[in-house]
């Protein structure tokens, strides 16, 4: 940043469009971090009033500013553990009323998410965000990578072994 | 590897949150502000009238001083006091009204780190209070114990090192070094949590900063540190919490940073001067220069240097051009040489002062993102770092050389249970720790080893000598498979091996009154039963149980045990006919259950359909359900009974609650505690109650006898 962004005038970007890509993400990565859907959607809200200010900066490199905006949303998530100190969440069982599913899949569905909610609140808070970054946030690993500043390798080994657990936890359920 | 089963986690948000953030963000709007201009800033008009009316709240804010301080006789409080465990009574339905947090053993988490004025100890404030080290780690720290439960614990050593302050919700709590006996308790508005502490370097005031109320409000006290007496106070509703303060070297001045930005105060907090307008989106750390010329703010990615003279920047840092650096704290060495960051995407950072230069760069993580604070060595030579886990860790300020690390969990607590001696604890975190502590004294008496990735439960044997642990293996190669290690038992106070239950599946268990184990055994698809002495050889208990069980429990007699798996029917079996009878998962899914000791009576934990969770019991002579307690919550965690199968405890996020086991109106309720657990159990002899939280503290309630000799 110097100061001839002052003067350069921002290019032409759809932030309207960019808002609704990315803020579906940034909910999800809530989602899963937290569990808890009034949660996820508080923070999202505070993740986007704490980017939006700034988001100009970001008009020539809408990649840089999807970086940046995932760095806000994990450190939103650090300031609200760091205060509230209330995350066990088993989770809320999703409002799925789809009436293109029969009452038995929808019951299933139910099942299987309160099923994961349950495992999600078990990991450990460093794994829980990894799976957030991936699951919620739909990242590549390269871009996690970027974010937590460790190796694209390293990303996916603990990818592995986190969903391996989950998955023979998982498992278990018939 | 398939992973589709957490792909259907996802879930749209509603077109009406979208919709309605979305009109927020436009009403936000504004011009685009720049973050940095040095070295010199165009102001936004809208910005400048956010800081007008920023000013002029915290102007109606400060209202007359008036000294609440609470000094106390300096022998009162010493380090770990709290009523023996002698002296609990066993909690009944009668007095379980009256129960009470007595003690909280472990460490916790670690938040501030102050590194003492004579180079010797190294304080770092933790969910329990402050930890005391000795400077190179090796020991176990002194604990000055704390009252309000809370991750967020600054602390600060006065500058001659004879007291040192903390933050203690509403309160500041200072010690005297030498003997941890408590100087003063200064109590502020009790809305007030306290997260940033600072004397002043000339050792006349001290400050606390933090949050009112809500995140939304801003607390700053001011005392004269020599007689303890408030001389500022600053409270004000609907503006920003204070992230970080920091007293210039003459003690004239007082930073405040929010997330509005950064203002100066006089020590009496009566002339505010804003000095830095940047709203912070992340981060937080405010340094002086020692020789008072220079005040250093971080924000997110970079951080500034102000000449606090002309209040005019004199330079813009970028950690990253790629904005991924966050940095969480700021600290000048002594010597003005070195200014240490600590960022939660690359660790601990230094940066010369006078070449311009970064020392130790932003080029590698070094530990995870949750660096929390740093702080220098005397001789400017050592920083240590805390982290929102609980590691401490010292440096090299200029190579970043490792010299000393402590690390307990590396998160919370994930279970408990305790000995038969009802003394010792045994508790494992997240990150695979198995930790033992006497609840007595509160001190970590060993680290029991494990190998593997994470534990999945933990039992003590009924003779109290033996631990039996389940969990998975570390993978062999980077990548590589994590396998169920089976039932593992040890001699805990050898750490000698004594058996080896090798069961293909991650296994629940339980240990018999006799000393054997029971658990699914897959290869037989039977609940089976082992000796010790032969671990090998399974022996069929129950056929009738085709999948492993969730959670399996059996009553004190033997007679009864029940299992479940995740959302189906409650299987209650007599062991001696193998008789089964079933509580349908009707409504909601089953998460957890608790038995009675007695086998009279069960416990369920359900999820709901309506996003509430419930606790159900049951009587299983006659099968009927004794009662339903709902609660607006999805985060209920467990539930256990009490020996005498009179009281039924449960525990969630901010909720402790004991009911009996027929009426719903609970005879205690902890939900306004200020901490969320994840593991309940009474101790054996029914006197206290264990309880493992999230921020990685177990916590001991009770009923003294004191209590119950009120009227």
């Known amino acids: ?174 | 590897m398939n992973d589709d089963f957490l792909r259907q986690y996802r879930q749209e948000p509603s077109e009406a949150f979208g919709n309605a953030l979305y009109q927020r963000l436009a009403d936000l709007d504004e011009p685009p502000a720049p973050i940095t201009l040095p070295p010199q800033r165009k102001r936004s008009p809208r910005l400048l009238a956010l800081v007008a009316a920023l000013l002029i709240v915290i102007a109606v804010g400060v209202v007359t001083l008036e000294s609440r301080n609470r000094p106390l006789t300096a022998n009162l409080a010493q380090i770990d006091t709290r009523p023996p465990l002698s002296d609990l009574v066993p909690i009944t339905a009668q007095n379980a009204a009256q129960i009470s947090q007595i003690a909280r053993v472990g460490r916790g988490r670690a938040d501030a780190v102050a590194w003492s004025p004579d180079g010797t100890l190294i304080a770092v404030g933790v969910s329990n209070g402050v930890a005391l080290y000795d400077a190179d780690l090796k020991n176990a720290p002194r604990l000055l114990r704390t009252t309000h439960d809370s991750y967020l614990r600054p602390v600060s050593f006065s500058p001659d090192g004879k007291l040192i302050a903390t933050g203690d919700g509403a309160a500041v709590r200072i010690w005297e070094v030498a003997t941890g006996a408590q100087h003063a308790l200064l109590d502020v508005n009790p809305e007030a949590y306290l997260d940033s502490i600072q004397f002043s370097p000339d050792g006349r005031w001290l400050a606390a900063g933090g949050a009112l109320g809500t995140e939304e409000g801003m607390a700053i006290y001011t005392w004269d540190a020599q007689a303890d007496k408030l001389v500022g106070k600053v409270e004000a509703q609907d503006t920003h919490s204070v992230q970080a303060i920091a007293f210039s070297p003459d003690g004239q001045m007082l930073a405040v940073q929010t997330d509005a930005g950064t203002s100066a105060y006089d020590p009496t907090l009566t002339k505010p001067k804003y000095i830095d307008y940047t709203p912070l989106d992340s981060g937080r750390g405010l340094a002086f220069s020692p020789d008072s010329k220079t005040l250093a703010i971080a924000h997110s990615n970079e951080f500034v240097l102000i000449d606090t003279t002309t209040l005019k920047y004199k330079q813009t840092v970028t950690i990253r051009e790629d904005k991924t650096a966050n940095l969480a704290g700021l600290v000048y060495s002594p010597d003005g040489s070195l200014i240490a960051l600590a960022d939660r995407s690359y660790g601990t950072l230094t940066w010369d002062t006078k070449k311009s230069i970064f020392v130790i760069p932003p080029t590698k993580v070094i530990y995870w993102r949750d660096l929390s604070n740093v702080a220098f060595s005397p001789d400017s030579q050592q920083i240590v770092t805390s982290s929102d886990g609980s590691n401490v860790v010292v440096t090299d300020a200029h190579t970043a050389a490792v010299i000393a690390s402590r690390v307990d969990y590396d998160d919370s607590v994930a279970g408990l249970t305790i000995n038969p001696d009802n003394v010792t604890v045994a508790s494992y975190g997240y990150d695979g720790k198995l930790l033992l502590h006497n609840l007595q004294t509160g001190a970590l008496m060993k680290e029991v080893p494990f190998s593997g990735t994470y534990i999945t439960q933990i039992a003590f044997s009924p003779d109290g000598n033996l631990l039996a642990y389940s969990g998975f293996s570390s993978p062999a190669h980077p990548g590589g498979a994590i396998q169920p290690l089976g039932i593992q038992v040890v001699n805990w106070q050898t750490n000698a091996p004594s058996s080896t239950i090798d069961i293909t599946d991650n296994p629940y268990f339980v240990f018999t009154s006799d000393g054997r184990i029971i658990a699914y055994d897959k290869n037989s698809e039977y609940l089976a039963w082992w000796d010790l002495s032969q671990p090998t050889m399974p022996h069929t208990l129950i056929s009738d149980v085709i999948e492993e069980p969730q959670e399996l429990r059996l009553s004190s007699n033997g007679n009864t045990l029940v299992e479940f798996k995740f959302g189906d029917d409650i299987n209650i079996y007599n062991t001696a006919t193998g008789k089964k009878t079933a509580i349908p998962a009707s409504s909601g899914y089953n998460t957890s259950i608790a038995l009675s000791p007695d086998g009279n009576l069960l416990a369920a934990i359900r999820l709901s359909s309506t996003n509430t969770s419930l606790l159900t019991t049951f009587d299983l002579r006659t099968g009927k359900q004794l009662m339903t307690v709902q609660f607006p919550t999805l985060s209920l965690g467990r539930a256990t009974f009490s020996p005498d199968s009179k009281l039924l405890a449960v525990i969630g996020a901010g909720l402790f609650d004991i009911f009996t086991p027929d009426n719903p109106t609970p005879i205690y309720s902890g939900a306004d505690r200020d901490s969320s657990g994840t593991n309940v159990t009474f101790s054996n002899n029914g006197h206290f109650i264990v309880t493992g939280d999230l921020d990685g503290v177990i916590r001991v309630w009770g009923v003294s006898s004191d209590a119950t000799a009120q009227p």
């Not at chain 1, 946030?137 to 391996?164: C, D």
């Open chain 1, 1 to 174: 940043m110097d100061a001839q962004n002052i003067s350069t005038p921002p290019k032409t970007v759809d932030w309207e469009v960019f808002y609704w890509q990315w803020m579906p993400r940034v909910y999800n990565f809530f989602r899963y971090r937290t569990g808890d859907d009034a949660l996820a959607e508080d923070l999202t809200a505070t993740t986007f009033t704490k980017a939006w200010r700034s988001r100009a900066q970001y008009s020539d490199d809408l990649s840089a500013f999807s970086t940046w905006l995932f760095s806000i949303a994990q450190n939103v998530a650090v300031d609200h553990f760091r205060r509230q100190r209330f995350h066990l969440p088993l989770d809320a069982v999703p409002h799925l009323i789809d009436p293109s599913h029969s009452l038995d899949e929808i019951v299933q569905k139910r099942r299987d998410s309160a099923h994961l909610a349950a495992l999600l609140a078990r990991l450990s808070a460093r794994d829980r965000e990894l799976i957030a970054l991936k699951y919620g946030a739909e990242l590549t690993n390269r871009a996690i990578a970027k974010l937590l500043g460790m190796s694209e390798s390293n990303v996916g080994t603990s990818l592995h072994r986190i969903i391996q657990k989950l998955r023979s936890q998982w498992d278990q359920e018939p």
